[in-house]
């Protein structure tokens, strides 16, 4: 499936841009811009399709069980992703299709 909308695609790679910049600033994580393989049924499915709203999963680390230093480090980095996420949700995403409920 995935977004066929070309606006909405737009707006979705921008919030993933200034998501992972946010992330990049706050303590020089980068991150590649991948399509997500989850169809049918998962939540940004659920949440694009039926209820016309944009949805990501962020994952960050690469262990299962950080210690508690690392573990607090990525909190960091991900509450700097949800706030600049709330940011771009404030200032509304130009360009997207608002409708898109059946």
């Given amino acids: 499936m995935g977004v066929q909308d ?3 695609l737009a707006c979705f790679k921008m919030i993933q841009d200034r998501i992972f910049n946010a992330i990049k600033n706050s ?9 997500s393989r989850v169809v049918n049924g998962a939540s940004d499915d659920y949440f ?8 990501l999963v962020l994952e960050s680390g690469t262990e299962y069980k950080p210690i508690l230093s690392e ?10 992703a ?8 404030k ?8 409708d898109r409920r059946k």
């Fill in 6 to 8: 070309k606006k909405d």
């Fill in 27 to 35: 303590r020089g994580t980068q991150f590649e811009r991948i399509e």
């Fill in 48 to 55: 694009y399709f039926v209820k016309g709203a944009f949805a």
């Fill in 71 to 80: 573990a607090l480090e990525i909190v960091k980095e991900c509450s700097e």
């Fill in 82 to 89: 949800a706030k600049e996420a709330l940011r771009i949700a």
């Fill in 91 to 98: 200032n509304h995403i130009p360009g997207m299709n608002a």
